[in-house]
């Protein structure tokens, strides 16, 4: 069974910084691309960032660009998202997933279809 496990979360003021951790157990980490989606109150989840098995490529939705960061850990079974100039538009449920595909060109979709608790990211402005 595929568990992931969120950390890292808070409640930060616009401009903050934040990194996010995800630990995942019941897979072979190092074979699957990953990604971090959010949920906004009242919206559907989506696609933030992933990353592709050996970190050779990541993709990032439009209105994070330049202000997140993912990494991986191999070793760890984790995935991280460095978050850097938070506003409002940024809070939300954030959760990690296995994904079959890290492209520009596919949709980040959870492979599994399980998630973890998430960790819940409040930006006040």
């Known amino acids: 069974q595929v568990r992931m496990m969120e950390s890292g979360g808070d409640l930060v003021q616009a401009g903050g910084s934040l990194r996010l951790s995800c630990t995942i157990s019941g897979l072979t980490f190092d074979n699957h691309a990953m990604a971090w989606f959010r949920q906004a109150p009242g919206k559907e989840r989506e696609g933030v960032s992933c990353?592709?098995?050996?970190?050779?490529?990541?993709v990032y939705i439009d209105s994070v660009k330049g202000r997140f960061s993912i990494s991986r850990d191999n070793a760890k079974n984790t995935v991280y998202l460095r978050m850097s100039d938070l506003n409002p538009g940024d809070t939300g449920m954030y959760y990690c997933?296995?994904?079959?595909?890290?492209?520009?060109?596919?949709?980040?979709?959870?492979?599994?279809?399980?998630w973890g608790q998430g960790t819940q990211v409040t930006v006040s402005s």
């Open positions: 990353i592709n098995w050996n970190s050779g490529a990541t």
């Open positions: 997933a296995p994904v079959q595909f890290c492209s520009s060109t596919r949709p980040m979709q959870n492979e599994y279809g399980s």
